[in-house]
């Protein structure tokens, strides 16, 4: 048709192509049509009018309504304090009052709109909290520490006027705004020679970092390109002598404002630290520049500031610095930091809970010889990829990287293993192998073989280096003591006496046996008591139940032999008899028979001598 009406939603070019009519000649048109700025633009700080915060803090700032970067051109100013200039809601860090003004223009024309905003920037010197644990990631039931460092700035330097007493030296730079600024002016160098700022020496025992803008510049005069190997150089000097480069800046990285953050190495925290920015080279005056701007120096001090982390109910002190955090479960801890001065600061860390697991072993055991082989298993309650350690390494271990290692200790050995998930948990277990160290006992008596009523000194000869206990056997009265090493053994028939010794560490015990022979309790019997009318020719007998035995009478001159069991009288003539039988181990029993002769005596004496022819008197 003739006409084509719409309501535009982009900016777009719009074509008709036609033909004239009669001479058919072509026709082109083209219409560049844009979306109509909104006639009303307000700017808000944190969703109110004006912003209040404190110095090195951020505040969001938002166009509202918020116009599309997609259709307008969004300009914020001033834009080196702003995390993105070119759309409706960035974030600002400003460090002194400051007005941000947003410019909202129709790339086709169609007008342009702005509105601004004032940030009141309270003084402080808090730079930042950095919240942090020990171990991120732990096993449910473990606990770890959490800390909140707090970075406070020692010195500072804006260049939005003479530099101040911070530096000790500045060399081919001066302040102004040719190079542009983060706000207000910047240190910019250009001098021919040796470019840099130094810093006098500074208490860092604690430091922190280092913050700054830098702009290494890419453009023309005054504000020329730098060419390649212009690097800018960031070091310190505990003396000022010798220098070590924290950061090297190439020339190519940093064609823009852009904010650094340096954290100082260990070298750098001493009681007298200078810091440097130098330029390795350059072509000359007027050439290869670069600008410094918003310095900070920082330093770790949580001191006369109040913590307060969250959530507390898991957190054995939310009001420290360094609370212990127990989650059950995954939880991220937010700690705020607030000076006196009523500026606050915060931070998260998030703790990650990992399922724990429990870790069984083999029971403890027990051998009795050195060297036993003793299989170890050690058994997960769960988890995969488990990787096991068992020490000590060099005790008689087949292995110390499995789950079923064989022991074969030489020594009582209490072994440990570790075992760690795929994830990181881990759980440890002990079993102990226990060495007996009894190796021999030996028993032996005084005398082997007793009479009835005869005693033996027993005694135990034992090697062990553990103490021990002996038990004699049997308990049957025999013995002076059942528990002594040397008891004395009073046995009434053959006895075998065994002494078990048990070592009291490990319950190892050993016995030795020995037989003690008790000769038994004989019978013995002469014969009753008689009177005859002549013992002459009478024979004695002994009765008796002794095995080999050896028989002794008295009054041998009267007998015709005195070891024989019936012996016959010689004399006839009253006497007592006594016979003693001995078996062959000594052992012997004795009785004893009167034979009288009532006569005995009539004629005295019995036996007279004379020679032939010689008178004797005979008395009756």
Known sequence: GSSYTFTPTVNDTYILD?????????????????????????????????????????????????????????????????????IPDPIAYPVTDT???????????????????????????????????SDSSICAGNNTPLQARVERVIASEDFNAAPSALWATIQGGAVNGMCGSVSGTALRFDAAGTRAATTGPL??????????????????????DAEPGDNVLVQFSPDGVVWNTILTLNEAAYQNWTVVDAPLPTGALTAATRFRWTQVSNSGAGTDNWALDNVRITTYD?????FSWAPGSSLNNPSSAAPVASPMSNTSYTVTV??????????????????????????NATICTPGTAVPLQATPSSGSGIIYSWTPANSGLSSTSVSNPVASAMAT??????????????????????????????????????????????????????PYSIVWAPNDGSLSSTTAPSPIASPSATTTYSATVTETISGCSLSDAITIE?????????GPDETICTTLGHQLNVAHNVPGAVIQWTNGPLLNDNDIQSPTIMFDTSA???????????????????????????????????????????DA
């Open 18 to 86: 036609g033909e004239a009519p009669v001479s058919f000649c072509p026709m082109h048109y083209e219409w560049e049509v844009g979306v109509p700025i909104q006639p009303v633009l307000d700017i808000t700080a944190d969703g109110l009018p004006a912003g209040d915060i404190c110095q090195y803090g951020a505040v969001q700032l938002n166009a509202v309504p918020p116009p599309d970067p997609n259709v307008f051109d969004l300009t914020w100013t001033p834009a080196g304090q702003l995390s993105d200039a070119t």
């Open 99 to 133: 007005w941000f003004k947003l410019m909202v223009t129709s790339p086709v024309g169609c007008g342009q709109v702005a509105d601004s905003v004032f940030v009141n920037v309270d003084a402080n010197d808090i730079y930042s909290v950095l919240a942090s644990a």
């Open 203 to 224: 208490n860092m025992s604690s430091g922190a970092s280092l913050h700054f803008a830098v702009r290494i510049a890419a453009g023309t005069v005054p504000c020329d």
């Open 302 to 306: 949580n001191s006369g500031l109040t």
């Open 338 to 363: 607030q000076s006196s001065m009523g500026c606050s600061f915060s931070d998260q860390v998030a703790i990650t809970v990992e399922p724990a697991f429990d870790l069984s072993v083999t029971s």
């Open 413 to 466: 050995t209490t072994y440990s293993v570790t075992a760690t998930n795929d994830i990181g948990c881990t759980d440890n277990a002990l079993v102990t192998i226990t060495v007996g160290q009894l190796q021999s006992v030996d028993v032996s008596a005084s005398d082997l073989h007793l009479c009835q009523s005869g005693q033996s000194q027993l005694s135990s000869t034992i090697v062990s280096g553990a």
């Open 518 to 526: 008790v000769s038994p309790a004989y019978s013995v019997d002469a």
């Open 576 to 618: 007592t008899y006594q016979v003693t039988v001995t078996d062959v181990f000594g052992c012997s029993v004795s009785d004893e028979v009167t034979i009288s002769d009532p006569f005995d005596l009539l004629i005295t004496p019995i036996t007279l001598d004379g020679c032939e022819g010689q008178i004797l008197t005979l």
